[in-house]
């Protein structure tokens, strides 16, 4: 066979593995685990990697559930990124279109990662195939990376510059489009704020208290005011996490706040940051309590990738999306009454492109498909939309590229329990498989053509030239929350 063929094979390899790598996404979709607690889900990669003769290393950067496992020898070394965490609260039993947990307040896989992992794993498998066939030079590692929802592993892993030894890395998301993914998002920080003031019975001695409770309402209200003073670019979440307690006439001696702050550039993520510090210690003041600042984790804005992404897509294009058959478009259009009906035009090039947006409102009939079945046309551009992801570390430190494949119904919101409902439906299973096609077809290309690997790398170096900064202050370890 010539390398063209020896290409084909170990694609096709992945079909014919279909049912091995779907009964594995069925495993991870059964036990989900939360961010930085995912040992199940780890164990079992570790596992499975060594059976087919991976050299497995576990616990990278000292993170428990950070693993990768390698096959073959030389350059280029190529990264294929793999996810497997879950959510809290989105337990839903599989293929239901009602709401109905499969435990009551459990976890569920609302982002997909289940398949995420796995369409990552079969890539790596089909590159393994390749190198053995083929006896070219190059390593294919498949990097298990955890706490994506949150604890932003891969950015702890970029602290620690994992990612600057590759030539290239790779990886894909579920999600209701096919699509190659471009431009840029948000930086974020997310920073927890522990107040301490000093209890006391709040009708007969309020003198003698100091709440914590209202230091993050004050502090909170100081963020609503800093709203009006930050760029379109930026965002300030928060969450409390502790109220301290459930007792009114308490005076509460303790709360806690988590902050998410984002903006485009991680430089000025950093300084937004500071500046809700700074609206923490007015808020102390006024109360006359103390804080607590723990540092959670964060992640850089993408730098797109223009020459991975068109690779991508030339083999997107040749390996062709899924067509799905009526049942699974039954299913589709029944799940899809469930969620208010589609109001955007789906995919980044109809985002920034008008002449695209058209294309997809036909090929779509005007949002009425209830799945995608298309690619979307080509389009690669720097612009910015919302929204952060633990890539961007990867980015700053090796080309990388990123593909979406349908795997759930039009318009479907991601982190609800009607993507738990569909993680173990046939539509998720080819989105995944088809994703593992796509990104072994870009590798096995890397590994051959040294020019295009020569070029994604001229291109990342004049993307990065202003250098990383890594977002994860130094002495911060993984914290699970
Ligand atoms: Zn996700
Ligand atoms: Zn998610």
């Known amino acids: 066979?010539?390398?063209?063929?020896?290409?084909?094979?170990?694609?096709?390899s992945i079909e014919s593995m279909a049912d091995f790598y779907e009964k594995t996404a069925d495993e991870i979709?059964?036990?989900?685990?939360?961010?930085?607690?995912?040992?199940?889900?780890?164990?079992?990669?570790?596992?499975?990697?060594?059976?087919?003769?991976?050299?497995?290393?576990?616990?990278?950067c000292g993170i428990d559930t950070a693993f990768c496992g390698s096959f073959g020898s030389g350059r280029p070394y190529i990264g294929i990124l793999g996810e497997f965490d879950a959510l809290s609260g989105l337990s839903q039993k599989a293929g239901s279109c009602e709401k109905d947990p499969v435990v009551q307040d459990g976890d569920g896989h609302g982002c997909g990662h289940n398949l995420l992992g796995v369409g990552s794993l079969a890539a790596a498998f089909a590159v393994k195939k390749y190198l053995q066939d083929s006896g070219s030079s190059g390593t294919v590692i498949f990097f298990g990376c955890p706490g994506e929802e949150g604890g932003s592993g891969k950015a702890f892993m970029a602290r620690e510059k994992v990612w600057e030894k590759l030539d290239a890395a790779f990886c894909w998301h579920p999600a209701d489009v096919n699509q190659v993914k471009t431009g840029t998002n948000n930086s974020s920080i997310q920073v927890l704020y522990k107040f301490k003031g000093t209890a006391a019975h709040a009708a007969e001695c309020p003198e003698l208290g100091r709440s914590a409770l209202d230091a993050v309402e004050l502090m909170n209200v100081g963020v609503q005011f800093l709203r009006e003073h930050m760029t379109d670019d930026c965002r300030v979440h928060y969450a409390i996490l502790n109220a301290g307690g459930v007792s009114p006439n308490v005076v509460q001696s303790e709360a806690d706040v988590l902050y998410m702050?984002?903006?485009?550039?991680?430089?000025?993520?950093?300084a937004l940051q500071k500046r809700v510090d700074k609206i923490a210690q007015g808020a102390a003041l006024m109360t006359e309590t103390s804080f607590e600042r723990v540092f959670i984790d964060g992640t850089s804005e993408l730098l797109p990738n223009f020459t991975l992404e068109?690779?991508?897509?030339?083999?997107?294009?040749?390996?062709?999306?899924?067509?799905?058959?009526?049942?699974?478009?039954?299913?589709?259009?029944?799940?899809?009454?469930?969620?208010p009906p589609q109001s955007a035009v789906p995919g980044i090039g109809a985002h920034f492109n008008a002449d695209i947006a058209?294309?997809?409102?036909?090929?779509?009939?005007?949002?009425?498909?209830?799945?995608?079945?298309?690619?979307?046309?080509?389009?690669?551009?720097?612009?910015?939309?919302?929204?952060?992801t633990d890539v961007g570390d990867v980015s700053w430190l090796t080309p990388a590229a990123q593909i979406e494949t349908a795997t759930w119904p039009s318009g479907m919101p991601l982190h609800t329990w009607q993507t738990v409902a569909c993680g173990k439906s046939s539509i998720a299973y080819k989105g995944m498989l088809c994703a593992g096609k796509v990104m072994a077809a870009s590798a096995i290309d890397l590994i051959e053509d040294p020019e295009l690997l020569k070029a994604a790398r001229e291109e990342f170096k004049r993307r990065a030239k202003g250098g990383y900064t890594c977002p994860i202050e130094p002495e911060t370890v993984p914290t699970a929350l």
Not at 3 to 10: F, H, M, P, R, V
Request: charged share 30%; aromatic share 10%.
């Open 261 to 270: 702050t984002r903006a485009n550039k991680v430089k000025d993520c950093v």
């Open 29 to 60: 979709w059964e036990n989900p685990e939360l961010s930085l607690k995912e040992y199940k889900a780890a164990a079992l990669y570790c596992r499975i990697l060594r059976e087919h003769g991976f050299d497995v290393r576990e616990k990278l």
């Open 1 to 12: 066979m010539n390398k063209t063929e020896l290409k084909n094979a170990s694609i096709d």
């Open 358 to 388: 058209e294309t997809v409102m036909e090929k779509t009939h005007d949002l009425t498909e209830p799945l995608n079945d298309f690619l979307m046309p080509y389009y690669s551009g720097t612009g910015f939309t919302a929204g952060s």
């Open 310 to 339: 068109k690779l991508m897509y030339d083999n997107f294009e040749k390996i062709g999306v899924v067509q799905h058959n009526d049942e699974e478009r039954a299913f589709a259009a029944e799940l899809r009454k469930t969620f």
